[in-house]
């Protein structure tokens, strides 16, 4: 089965989920569940809100080369898809690539927890945000954190972008001042385990110990050396979190539940991106998008690894939850307490919802 999507307006529609993912969801993921959830990390946005993207710039990353728009109604007819008799709280967040017009989707975002009791947003900023902009925003919604994004980094590329680069002392000091999480996509190939990533992240935690980072997809941990290199580098910080979102290697949990515990993760979807049916695999030590569907930014000679799995795969989002139900598991961590943490409490908690 694939997605039903809207290529014109790059939307998704429908999870369109078939009989055996049903029946996975169904035996293997509802009771592990509890019956309310915060999704910490899911996006929306309409079209209209981005300048075109373009086919070249869909080949970069799997959150543009699948949609760059998706309507609030669509989400929650898609949570009731997905994770059917749960009770959801989405976590808004803006689709934040370089082409989103920072101005339009924030107010989109804004209308959206207006509306919706059990919905709350994170503002997008970018490395110029004012002051002035964000005390003015954060009165027109339910505004619960700070979402930086290195690619809205514009006058620097790839390995150059640093942590102080998407985060500017504007935000650092609003975050400080209002108790407001950053939602932190780290930069740079290695991710988390990049040294000067950890260092400025330790800097940042040092300087202003009010603000919670909350590193998002475990810091793009999928490879051992990178997993114990990274979380190593945070364990001790007390305000650092971790979404759990795009992860679908079960050690990458396994060991940060070791190191942490189930008190610093929250969970996320990151949707509509991990719709996708396909997991993310290591091929000696290097990180391999195994995905059913060909999209742009999917690498033709990548699938040649992965081609006789392909029938096999299901939702990313279902692999990832499946992969933190064998790491507690495995670190005998499993019980109904934790997955209300992971799923719901810890959330709750650090964005004061």
Not at 21 to 35: H, N
Not at 91 to 119: C, G, W
Not at 231 to 239: A, M, R
Not at 317 to 330: M, N, Q, R
Request: contains cysteine; glycine residues 4%; negative net charge.
């Amino acid at each position: 089965m694939s997605l039903i999507f809207d290529d014109e307006r790059a939307t998704i529609l429908s999870a369109n989920l078939s009989g055996r993912e049903k029946k996975v969801y169904s035996s293997e993921i509802k009771e592990f569940l509890p019956d309310r959830i915060i999704d910490f990390h899911v996006h929306v946005g309409l079209k209209e809100h981005s300048k075109t993207v373009t086919l070249e710039r869909r080949k970069q990353s799997i959150g543009i080369g699948i949609a760059y728009a998706c309507p609030i109604e669509n989400l929650l007819s898609i949570y009731d898809e997905i994770f059917e008799n749960k009770e959801v709280h989405p976590f808004v967040v803006p689709f934040p690539q370089r082409e989103a017009i920072l101005e339009k989707i924030n107010m989109y975002v804004a209308s959206i927890t207006r509306k919706y009791s059990n919905t709350k947003g994170a503002l997008l900023v970018d490395p110029d945000t004012t002051s002035e902009y964000i005390e003015r925003t954060l009165t027109e919604g339910y505004f619960k954190a700070f979402k930086p994004y290195p690619d809205r980094v514009l006058n620097k590329k790839g390995n150059d972008v640093e942590v102080y680069d998407c985060i500017n002392e504007n935000v650092l000091n609003a975050a400080s001042k209002h108790r407001m999480p950053i939602f932190l996509h780290v930069p740079k190939e290695e991710r988390l385990a990049s040294k000067e990533n950890l260092r400025e992240i330790r800097e940042i935690c040092d300087r202003y110990p009010e603000v919670t980072m909350v590193i998002a997809h475990m810091g793009r941990l999928h490879c051992p050396p990178s997993i114990e290199e990274g979380i190593d580098g945070v364990s001790d910080l007390e305000n650092v979190y971790f979404d759990t979102s795009m992860i679908t290697n079960p050690y990458t949990f396994t060991y940060a539940l070791r190191k942490v515990g189930p008190e610093k993760l929250v969970f996320g979807t990151d949707m509509p991106s991990t719709l996708t049916r396909g997991k993310i695999i290591c091929i000696d030590g290097r990180r391999v998008w195994a995905v059913k569907e060909s999209y742009p930014w999917v690498k033709d000679e990548d699938r040649k690894l992965y081609e006789k799995e392909m029938d096999t795969f299901i939702p990313l989002v279902y692999e990832d939850i499946l992969a933190l139900k064998k790491a507690l598991k495995t670190t005998n961590l499993m019980s109904e307490e934790n997955t209300r943490k992971i799923f719901y409490e810890n959330a709750s908690e650090i964005a004061h919802l």
